[in-house]
């Protein structure tokens, strides 16, 4: 089974950096995970100066196979390929993974200014549509997830927003 | 004499300015136009603004809205592709016409506090300059649009304050409508509390208090 762990547009320093500790990517492994491509962004971490010129990079480490990357113009095809994506709270990359559907952990991001990442994934969880975690209590949250528990997230429904429109030009 | 003047005139805005507000008036409906088809604006701010934004605009029947105009800011290539491949879907389904007005950004992350306000002026002498003058003087559409959709982030407060430069002077100026992210659960945006007394529609995904269980019957994106 595959992961894809996603951080967004700016950097994550400390979740790039737990994801190539022993301690994470045993967790994947005893959960049947054996293969792990990550999305780094701008992050400074141990192997960052061996993507910087926008490289892929390989690694085996704890019977994980890790590839790992900067950035892709679109992140769909890795979403798609996913058995469990790992991502940053940000709300877009949420609504573009839960309606795939696929399982998702978000980590939201401590270091974000006007941090409001931390509220969307603690609401989500409690409706049960993800997981919410933080750097250190990761790898326990991957033992812990049950995927098959998921709520299925509500598909998109663009006849609200038509409707205001609507309404505001006076149809109806 | 001179200050009399000043005052008078400071006097005659404030009150004009509380006449245009939304709000200060008893909200009168829209007259339905025939034909039933109108002229969207919308704000593509980056990132997750864009996305949601864009999410928006693909839930708009094309029949009914046949003109759209993306407002991006200079060299923003993401938001650029994200309305040229909503756009694309769209022309495969329907005949109708879109257009992309590019604006200076009115603050660079980082930028310093002392050019901060010179950018922001820039943006907005360009944004008057299509929202305002461009209509006024032109032969083809005598409007800017029929609504202007902004949701984020702080900049897009600056098209705020070029449409009230229209409704100030009486000209055609649009209706706007702010819809805050499906991020912001507990509170409002900055942008969305610099826009709520401007706004004419002001739109959150999250209710405040309520049950969790209702809460997803707000979402619009």
Redesign the interface.
Known sequence: MHVFLTIGSTRFDSLIASAFTELFLSSLRKKGYSTLVIQCGNSAFEFSGDIQNGETQTLSRAGVEIEFWKFKPSLQEDYEKADLVISHAGSGTILDVLRMPKPMIVVPNPTLLDNHQEELASTLEEMGHLKAATVENLPNVINEYDPSNIVPFPPFDGSRFARIIDEVMGFI | MFFAFFVLTVVLSVFRLYIILPGSRKRS?????TP?T?T?AVYLGS??HT??AV??M????PN??NRRIYVINDGDDLSL?KALELETKVAKQEKSSYSILSIPRARRVHQSLITTPLAALYSLMVCSYHLTLLPLFSHGHRTFA??LILNGPGTCFILCIAVYINKFFGFHAP?I?F?E???????L??SGKLVRPFA??F?TQ?PDIQA??E??KH???
């Open positions: 409906s829209h007259v339905v136009r039933r109108y969207i990132g997750g996305s949601e999410t928006l693909s839930s708009l029947d009914k809205c592709r029929d609504i209706y409508v819809v992210t499906f991020a912001r659960v507990n509170s945006s900055l004419d529609r739109v999250w969790v269980q809460r997803s979402w619009l994106v």
